[in-house]
């Protein structure tokens, strides 16, 4: 039996607190299973911001899709895991990925690093991150010195809803984050584009992703339970006229032709019952049952989110 779809939203648009939780209270409404936040300058803080979403609605899960790992410090990573775990009600689904615009990090004062040390970061936290979350293990004065004001000598870690831990999702393209991805992550989330060498995104096609989904299967052949797969649409387009809706994307994707386009995994586009059926249809393919859209195609995407409900 495949596994029920799982339709996320994730919003990119700082908004004051009203409009917010209008807009959070609108995703639940419109079926959504996950309101999610990214973790880049310029949008809105993951954390408080899925705390304001949890006070606004009731049902759905709320994630960080995902968190640059490389702006955070495993310890306090796990604290604000935890905390917001607790304020949302068990409702927290954390996302990591390895960041790939290095402009944020230099306006923030942090390191880029190489490729290979943004990795080994990545698995340094989720490491830290199970061992902090996982465990009511103390951490000690000479990561806090509250020992000064209590007698104790440490400081317990605050305490998660969720055990034995939060679910994980981990953002994967790479060999080696498909291996970390299989042996760590409760979900795994395929980017379904490349990094160039500029710092821009380029969109694998299907038969890449095939090869990458392949390779994460082979990883995790011996995992108890099977991982759930997650995809981010890029496009979202209800249409009659496919060619012309594709058309201003064209020049974005100049190295491939129009049906090529059509045919990305992350390019939904056509009528409501073609992409239904492509969404049925990748599922059958990949395995992926868990789709992202993002913000601006929250509205258009919601008729498939009404008629796979369930399914």
Not at 74 to 90: K, N, Q, S
Not at 163 to 177: E, N, T, Y
Not at 178 to 186: N, P, Q, S, V
């Amino acid at each position: 039996m495949p596994r029920p779809f799982r339709f996320g939203v994730n919003l990119l648009t700082p908004a004051p607190a009203d409009e917010w939780r209008a807009k959070c209270r609108r995703a639940e409404e419109l079926g959504y299973d996950v309101i999610l936040v990214p973790d880049h300058l310029g949008m809105p803080a993951p954390f408080p911001a899925l705390v304001a979403a949890a006070e606004a609605t009731e049902r759905p899960r709320l994630g960080t899709f995902v968190l640059n790992t490389g702006f955070w410090n495993p310890t306090l990573l796990a604290r604000e895991v935890a905390t917001t775990d607790a304020l949302t009600g068990g409702r927290l689904e954390l996302g990591l990925g390895t960041g790939y615009v290095r402009a944020e990090h230099e306006a923030a004062g942090l390191p880029w690093g190489s490729p290979g040390e943004r990795v080994a970061h990545l698995l340094r936290t989720v490491e830290e991150l199970d061992r902090l979350l996982g465990s009511d293990e103390l951490l000690h004065s000479r990561l806090l010195p509250h020992s000064r004001l209590r007698s104790s000598g440490g400081t317990p870690m605050p305490q998660a809803a969720q055990k034995p831990r939060v679910p994980l999702l981990i953002g994967a393209g790479g060999d080696r984050m498909l291996r970390i991805t299989a042996e760590h992550a409760d979900i795994a989330a395929f980017t379904g584009a490349r990094t160039k060498p500029d710092g821009m995104l380029e969109p694998i096609t299907a038969a890449e992703l095939d090869e990458r989904v392949a390779l994460y299967r082979e990883f995790a052949a011996g995992r108890k339970e099977p991982a759930e797969l997650n995809l981010l649409i890029q496009i979202v387009t209800v249409t009659d006229d496919r060619g012309a809706a594709i058309q201003p994307w064209l020049s974005r994707i100049p190295h491939l032709a129009k049906q090529q386009v059509l045919e990305l995994p992350i390019v939904l586009v056509g009528t409501l019952e073609q992409i239904i059926e492509q969404v049925r249809a990748q599922r059958e393919r990949y395995g992926i049952s868990y789709l992202t859209v993002l913000e601006p195609n929250m509205e258009a995407f919601a008729p498939v989110v009404d008629a796979l409900h369930g399914q």
